[in-house]
Structures are given as C-alpha cells and as structure tokens.
C-alpha cells in the first residue's frame, strides 16, 4: 500500500474520536440477491473475462494465506459476480449491504462521510454513492479498547504486543489498533467498533464490525461467513446457514434467495440433501487464514463418467494445509491447481469430438477449452460431477461450467487455473468451488454436527 493511502488513513482516524467515549423465534432470513452497482454492463463477452481474471486474483490471494485470520473478497467489474445481503447497524438502525463471503470471517461496513473508495470496481461507485454507516447517528456505537478480548479476534491474541502503549494491564486508554486488509487487487482499512447489529427477529448487542476509512477497488463491505470468532455465524451463535444461489442471468435484475441463519439446529430438516463432512482446518504457524475455509474432502472428479486421474496430493489436504478442496462464495469460477485442472481439460477435449476449438477466444478471455458450436445443430457436452466423502455426489447442470462468450457462438469452460507460464501455486487449496458452480444449488453448512449438504434446485 502506498506512503500516500497509510497517510490518509491515520488522518481520517480522527473523525472516529468524537464518538469514542429479542422474539422466540430460532430462525433469521435474510434477503440475499447478486451484488448490484447500478452499472451493468450488457457485454457478456467483457463479463466473462473479467470474471475469470478476477477469479484467478482470488485464487492467487487464498492460496497466499497471509499471516492473518482476516481476509476479504474482490468486488467484480460491472456488478457481477457476488452476492449480496443487507444488514442493519446501530441506534437507530442503519441499512448497509454487504457481498456475503464464506471465505472469510470479518465482518466490515464503508463507515464516516468522509470514506473514501479509490480505484473502485465500476466507474459509477465513487465514494459518495456507497452506502456508509455513521458511526456518529448511533448512540451504541463504541470503539473497541485495545485491552477487550475482541480486539484479539482480528490482531495478536498477546495484549502486550498489539497493546504497546498501555500504562499497565489495568489502566489503558489505547483503541485496538487500526486494521488494514489487504486481498487479491485491493485492500481497506479502519478501526474495529462494535455496535448493536439488528436482525429481523432479534437484536445483538456488542457485535464487532470493522470501520472502514478507506478502500481500494472494495465499493462494499464484506459480511464474513467463515469460521473464526469475528464471523457472523460465530458472533451470533449460529448452529448451521443456508443459502441459495439465484443464477447469474439475473445479474442486476432485482432477483433475489434468502440467506437463512438458524440458531439451534432444531428447526425444519431441509429435504434430500446429500451431505459430506467438513474437515477440521489445519492449525499452520504464520498461516492463520488457513482457518477461516471451508474444506470438504473431494474423492474424485468424472467427466462424461470417466475418472479423471488427479494426482492424490491435490485432493487431500496435508497437514500444511496444501492441497484438498474448499467452498467459498467469494469466488466465482472454479479454481484448480495446474495438476487438476490439465487432466479435467484433457477429458473435456479428448470426449468433445468434431467440435472445433476456439483458440483466439480462449488467449482473450483466459478460459480454456472454448469451442466453436456454430455448425452444430445440437450440442450434447460430457458431463461433470465432483464426487465427496460420504457418497455425495454433485453434478453439474451445463449452464454452471460452460458458457457463450458474448455474442459468438462459442462456449468456454468457465473454471481457471495457473498461468502457464511460471511455476504453479502449490500452497494452500488445490481446488476452490466458485459461485457460478453453485447457482441453483441449495447449500447448508451444519456447523454443530460439522458437515456440509447440497441439493440442486431452482432458487427463488
């Protein structure tokens, strides 16, 4: 980050100080709809490649793990490719949406009248447009004293390392320190509040939430679905959440499924789902974001019912935490290690006969195998399933991996991989299962009985 954005950013902590100074029911739905910056854009050739590099840049960035149990997800150009959810903040309320992403456990807003948002995603999301939270306008906002426990939750669990100025453990006027996230393309930064967060049938008290002062490239705040503390299924104490992905052809069309939270997992059984364990994460030294994943064990990929031969090391995760697959809604086309995703390429070329490939499309977008259907009068794809631990079988419709590209009659695989030039990403997951994948699934994390279940349905 620049001297110019670390400058600005402890200028702007002074408008903070000013300030410094339930129903019966078990369950809370939450609208959840695809993220929207009032910009679409109406090339579908542009969206999907954006959406494969910014794919690869969040790829690049969870299997980078930095030495932080924070870590937040790219915002997509033109308003594709997350999803979003609207939370409400403080006394009074206030609404703030929020890209929801599993693959993190922070939860933070745009916050002051002074945030500022450089180099947004789309042209259209200056930062007087965002929504920002005020921290003023809420008589339960506090900032959080670098002595609560909280302020471990995002810093050194070591009050004496991250509390240096204290006097004493018992006399400490420092504010937790400030937080700057950096992720795939961007970063933001802020201080750590908490304020009363007010849900549909309850109200929590004391929830911590980031305060951000800046951002680049991040018109929106995140809303961490992760496991770690800092969470909101952990905050709020949630036994298991749902959701259901509307498909990417309503991007920006107002459509939205729920994001279900339920807080004893003694509500209604979801029918016909088919589970598969979650795994416990890896505890690795100077890798804490290893611990906010979501990983299920992968036994093997089929395309057109064929066994893809993978090499096992990417499919189970060692104790380094590389290799093995992990869920995150952050993430819209599927990432495979180089030593995945050659072998499914192979399988798809090798079984799609008389069909040309379409190289040129394939070097502009960075999608591979792309193929020219345009003489085809019917078009008949293999099929791709992805096999779990337990039986459960996933298998997708061809809308969730393959794609036209714009106004061509050619379709690409939409699932990415390492640049072929250079050496591959060996750290972190081998495979990371992408949004676009799991549009129209229905999708549940039990995490009191520690498993994952997903049945395809349409979502409404």
């Not at 290799?323 to 995703?341: A, L, Q, Y």
């Amino acid at each position: 980050m620049s001297s110019f954005s670390f400058a600005l950013f402890f200028s702007l902590l002074s408008l903070l100080f000013p300030f410094i100074s339930s129903s019966n029911s078990t369950t809370t739905t939450i609208p959840l709809s695809l993220f929207n910056t009032k910009n679409p854009s109406h090339d579908f050739f542009e969206k999907l490649t954006h959406l494969a590099s910014i794919s690869l840049a969040r790829a690049n960035y969870i299997k980078k793990s930095q030495d932080s149990p924070v870590s937040t997800t790219p915002l997509y150009p033109h308003s594709y490719g997350g999803y979003s959810i609207t939370l409400s903040f403080g006394t009074p309320p206030q609404k703030i949406p929020f890209v929801m992403d599993t693959g993190s456990n922070f939860v933070w807003f745009p916050c002051t009248t002074r945030y500022l948002c450089t180099n947004c995603s789309v042209s259209s999301a200056t930062s007087q447009s965002i929504p920002t939270f005020i921290p003023k306008s809420s008589s339960s906002a506090r900032v959080v004293g670098c002595l609560n426990p909280k302020c471990g939750w995002i810093h050194s669990n070591n009050p004496k390392s991250r509390c240096q100025d204290c006097e004493s453990p018992t006399n400490c006027k420092q504010v937790c320190p400030p937080y700057i996230i950096l992720y795939g393309s961007g970063s933001t930064g802020g201080l750590a509040l908490v304020d009363t967060l007010d849900l549909s049938n309850k109200k929590v008290p004391n929830f911590l939430v980031g305060c951000s002062l800046f951002s680049s490239k991040q018109p929106a705040g995140i809303a961490g679905l992760g496991r770690g503390l800092a969470s909101l299924p952990s905050q709020l104490g949630v036994k298991k959440f749902s959701y259901c992905l509307v498909s990417h052809k309503f991007d920006d069309a107002g459509k939205s499924s729920n994001l279900v939270l339920d807080f004893n997992a003694s509500g209604e059984k979801i029918a016909d789902l088919s589970y598969t364990p979650l795994l416990k994460n890896p505890v690795v030294s100077e890798k804490n974001a290893l611990s906010v994943y979501y990983y299920v064990s992968l036994r093997k990929i089929t395309v057109g019912g064929k066994k893809v031969k993978i090499p096992y090391k990417y499919l189970t995760r060692d104790s380094n935490g590389n290799g093995g697959n992990i869920v995150d809604s952050g993430t819209t086309f599927t990432f495979m290690n180089r030593g995945v995703f050659e072998p499914v390429l192979d399988a798809f070329v090798k079984q799609v006969k008389g069909i040309p490939r379409t190289e040129s499309i394939e070097i502009i977008t960075g999608l591979r195998p792309c193929f020219n259907i345009s003489r085809q009068e019917t078009v008949s794809l293999p099929e791709l399933k992805f096999h779990y631990k337990g039986g459960a079988e996933m298998t997708l419709p061809m809308a969730n991996y393959f794609s036209f590209a714009g106004e061509t009659d050619v379709i690409c695989l939409t699932m990415v991989t390492d640049s072929a030039f250079g050496p591959e990403l060996s750290t972190g997951p081998s495979i990371i299962l992408g949004n676009f994948q799991m549009q129209n699934y229905l999708v549940e994390f039990d995490l009191k009985n520690e498993k994952f279940g997903f049945k395809q349905q349409m979502c409404k």
